[in-house]
């Protein structure tokens, strides 16, 4: 007879889709900022599975939005592989005025789901983006270093013909909101892997 005991969710480092979580110290390559930070990244190269249920990989978050850098170059892509890379090249790019420090004030919901992310209003009226789940290349998350406890998170998609890049930056309300939505997201790049294979 089966008996059910309690459940405990495991914050081990072998989670599938290499949601790490790491310390950092960030230096930024524009003005001397340097701040520690709080990492949680998604590689979506990573092909284990990790089992989670079809219903955990659709779930809603309430963000605000940052900004964007859009058709960046395929020798910038390369060049933003890994998640510092990036977390410096956000901040050089808040620094120099590409991006802003602080989000409006409006909220929005942010879907993730085994098609990708999609970002609404709140009364879902207008769709602001869409991230298809096969350009999406990376999404990290990491303390945004500005002393109140938000979380910035990044997500790098490429175009259809992979010939360049984008970055789309929205604040989350904490880190666990942030690496929540990692966790969603890694779990419908497992869902869409398995639903590959014969």
Not at 110 to 139: E, N, T, W
Request: charge should be negative; charged fraction near 25%.
């Amino acid at each position: 007879m089966f008996r059910k005991g309690k459940k405990r969710h495991s914050s081990s480092s072998s989670q599938s889709s290499e949601v790490s979580t790491k310390s950092k110290s960030v230096d930024s390559s524009v003005g001397g900022l340097s701040r520690s930070s709080t990492v949680a990244s998604l590689d979506t190269d990573s092909t284990k599975s990790s089992g989670n249920n079809v219903s955990e990989t659709c779930a809603e978050f309430r963000v605000k939005y940052v900004g964007a850098i859009e058709s960046l170059q395929f020798d910038m892509s390369k060049t933003l592989k890994e998640p510092l890379d990036l977390i410096n090249y956000i901040d050089a790019a808040q620094q120099g005025g590409k991006l802003p420090f602080v989000p409006g004030d409006e909220e929005l919901i942010l879907f993730v789901s085994k098609h990708g992310v999609k970002v609404a209003s709140l009364d879902q009226c207008d769709v602001l983006h869409r991230h298809p789940l096969y350009l999406i290349v990376r999404m990290l998350c990491y303390d945004d270093g500005l002393g109140a406890g938000k979380n910035l998170l990044a997500l790098k998609t490429t175009d259809p013909d992979q010939e360049g890049c984008s970055i789309w930056v929205y604040q989350c309300s904490s880190s666990e909101q942030a690496q929540s939505i990692c966790k969603v997201l890694s779990a419908s790049f497992d869902c869409a892997l398995a639903s590959d294979k014969p």
